[in-house]
């Protein structure tokens, strides 16, 4: 095993982005499961603080052939869940070896990873070490820049319960009690009040957008320079609609579980049909890939006991407001934002995402909206990339954050 450089990432942004892209959040990563059942009760403390760790690993591949030049942590850590309740979370901290050549003190990013399925077995902490997290490339590039990072696995990710999918807050405050737990960790050799930035694509956009919304209120004392949220699912509603029949279909029967899991008054079961709730119980279980495979295509009419489309129940009580409660763009951030989203995306809509920027740069946000041609939502999010990383070095620099607030 050998540490990665930049000649062996670019390869392997080439070779291994492409085979993880194709086997999306597989259940094949694993982990010693002891490590995720927290204790009961929590012990007492405050949102971000460790409950435990453990020396970990992150590999680029799955042959474990190209290993990250980093000190690398598995952590649980407290949070809170979508009603306040306090909750642990599991993550990952990864702190470059070499030593930070930058101005200041080293940045910790705090990164949110896109869809990995609803089942323990895709949470991210176990697919670093396994060298199937197909964002390994990604992360592999802020650590190549200096960068201190910290990757949530998100509640109920490898933890006991349902993982709350595209949850507003659930997701936000797992991202900013990840970093609060990376700068608490003294293993991570991160400055206790050191630059923060958060990123994300995809759930991860989401997540992180939603982060950069309530660190004002939730986390003010973490510094903030600026916050990457690229196809962001700022309307689910409007997701919704266009997962039903797709070949992603069984995102949105991640989202019926994370749903149900967060409200479990919605009852969503009572709604489906036989096949509906088999599809329900299944997905609990499926990571990313798993659930493509299983239920592409699949008409949401037809898993419902009227045979309306899921769709139809989202316009009407209960679930209209709890659906509204996920959507971004309600509050004002305080850092700069860059959002980097296609036109040809094919699974998040990109009308929605223009919507959000014009709001926040109504609100006073420096925004930088990004629009790109690149078909499809994956590799939209591998072109992204370069723009993404130019964009948070420059935060770190102390560069003044670009605004094109009024040109799209």
């Known amino acids: ?4 450089s930049r000649r062996g990432l670019s390869a392997a942004v080439t070779a291994v982005t492409a085979l993880a892209l194709l086997t999306f959040g597989s259940s094949q990563a694993g982990a010693a499961p002891s490590f995720y059942d927290p204790p009961t009760p929590l012990p007492a403390g405050a949102n971000g603080d460790i409950i435990r760790h453990e020396p970990s690993q992150f590999f680029l591949d799955p042959i474990k052939l190209i290993q990250a030049d980093a000190n690398v942590q598995r952590i649980m850590y407290r949070s809170t869940d979508t009603h306040d309740q306090p909750i642990a979370v599991t993550g990952t901290v990864l702190t470059p070896k070499s030593a930070w050549t930058g101005s200041g003190e080293r940045p910790l990013i705090s990164y949110a990873v896109g869809t990995q399925g609803v089942g323990d077995d895709c949470a991210p902490s176990k697919a670093l070490t396994a060298g199937f997290e197909y964002e390994g490339p990604f992360i592999a590039g802020l650590l190549l820049r200096g960068y201190g990072v910290v990757v949530t696995d998100y509640e109920g990710l490898g933890t006991p319960g349902v993982h709350t999918y595209v949850n507003r807050a659930a997701e936000a405050h797992a991202v900013l009690d990840a970093a609060r737990a990376a700068q608490r960790l003294p ?4 400055p206790a009040n050191g630059p923060v930035g958060i990123a994300g694509y995809s759930q991860g956009g989401g997540a992180s957008a939603a982060a950069a919304e309530l660190q004002p209120s939730y986390a003010p004392e973490l510094k903030l320079k600026g916050a990457y949220a690229g196809a962001v699912p700022a309307d689910l509603s409007e997701v919704a609609k266009n997962l039903d029949g797709h070949y992603a ?5 991640f989202s019926l579980v994370s749903l149900n899991a967060a409200y479990p008054e919605l009852d969503i079961p009572s709604v489906l049909n036989d096949k509906g709730k088999a599809l329900f119980e299944k997905v609990k279980n499926e990571c990313t890939i798993e659930a493509i495979a299983a239920h592409a295509f699949t008409q949401s009419a037809s898993l419902t006991k009227d045979g309306r489309p899921l769709t139809a129940y989202l316009g009407e009580e209960p679930y209209k407001s709890r659906v509204g409660e996920q959507l971004i763009g309600k509050l004002k951030p ?5 959002i980097v989203h296609s036109a040809l995306d094919d699974i998040v809509p990109y009308a929605q995402d223009r919507t959000l920027a014009r709001t926040w740069c109504s609100a006073g946000v420096r925004v930088q909206f990004s629009t790109t041609l690149v078909p499809t939502h994956v590799l939209a999010a591998v072109r992204a990339y370069p723009e993404a990383f130019a964009w948070l070095d420059a935060r770190f620099s102390g560069a003044p ?7 799209f």
């Not at 095993?1 to 990665?4: E, I, L, P, Y």
């Open 1 to 4: 095993m050998r540490a990665f």
């Open 187 to 190: 293993e991570a050799g991160l």
């Open 249 to 253: 279909a069984g995102f949105l029967g």
């Open 334 to 338: 305080t850092a700069p934002v860059l």
């Open 401 to 407: 954050a670009p605004s094109n607030c009024g040109w």
